[in-house]
């Protein structure tokens, strides 16, 4: 097997972890569905000692894993709703957002995160691959039914312009190509925007022993070094990280913004 980082293209990787084969998880199987042979996958975890990446050793494809039929609605969990409330809340007071400003979720889920922004008259836009977009859609939020890349981030600013918020709540970590996300996060974003990244952290992996967040679909396993080694590869860096308990068992928020930039003329002849 060629594999290397997924940041820093490393290819001496060490494994961490075996867990031997799996079938992918979220998945609500029918009685119809227990007849049939369900597909498992290799789930290994390595690690890179060049910018501190875990990733896994093989990547289910996406469209398997988020199809039309992903069960996952952020609107049903009571703690998740409490949870991106609070984000909404303190993105607008921190970063003093305006009525009109835009704010991009890439993965929106049901689009509940985007709801709290659009409480405070900020635009919105959701880009979500599975079925759940439907959900978003429904609720009025203009909802791009794709995976989020260059092109999909040049599409949403030639209608919408710069995105003062961009936010990947648990989704990051879920990307394969993460330069290519961020290539569309560089497109996309304000010069003085930000870009606030939620993913749960390796360290507490580690320290807790949660070898349960280790399944297909969480395929980057990320903690500052790793972040702020990708993000400065796109002249951008970690202006604040918050450490949180109280979802996915020690989750690490990134605001990532600009360090120095083109102008928003270049940044427009980019997209």
């Given amino acids: 097997m060629n594999l ?3 940041i820093c293209d490393n290819d001496k990787l060490d494994l961490v972890l075996n867990l031997g084969h799996h079938p992918p998880s979220d998945a609500f199987l029918t009685e119809e569905d227990l007849q049939s042979h369900e597909i498992h996958y290799p789930l290994q975890l390595y690690h890179c000692d060049v910018c501190g990446l875990a990733q896994l050793g093989y ?3 996406k469209e398997v894993l988020f199809n039309s039929e992903y069960p996952y609605q952020t ?3 009571e703690g998740g709703r409490t949870h991106f409330k609070g984000l909404a809340d303190s ?7 305006k009525h009109g400003d835009l704010v991009v979720d890439i993965g929106g889920n049901d689009g509940t995160l ?10 919105t836009f959701n880009v979500e691959p599975s079925g759940v977009a439907q959900i978003s859609i429904n609720k009025g939020i203009p909802t791009a039914y794709e995976f989020w890349d260059s092109d999909v981030a040049k599409a949403i600013y030639s209608t919408g312009g710069f995105a003062k918020v961009i936010v990947a709540t648990n989704v990051f970590a879920h990307c394969d190509d993460l330069h290519g996300f961020m290539k569309g996060v560089d497109i996309m974003l304000s010069q003085d925007g930000v870009f606030i990244v939620e993913a749960p952290s390796f360290s507490s992996l580690i320290s807790f022993g949660e070898w349960d967040t280790i399944y297909h679909e969480h395929l980057s396993y990320l903690d500052y070094d790793s972040v702020k080694y990708l ?3 796109y002249n951008m860096r970690v202006s604040d990280l918050e450490q949180l308990d109280d979802i996915h068992g020690g989750t690490n928020r990134y605001s990532i913004t600009r360090i120095s930039a083109e102008s928003q003329s270049e940044q427009r002849q980019a997209a």
């Fill in 4 to 6: 290397t980082c997924r």
């Fill in 59 to 61: 990547v289910v494809a």
């Fill in 75 to 77: 609107g049903q969990n």
């Fill in 91 to 97: 993105v607008v007071a921190k970063y003093g957002l």
């Fill in 114 to 123: 985007l709801g709290y922004f659009k409480e405070h008259g900020c635009e």
């Fill in 231 to 233: 993000v400065s590869m």
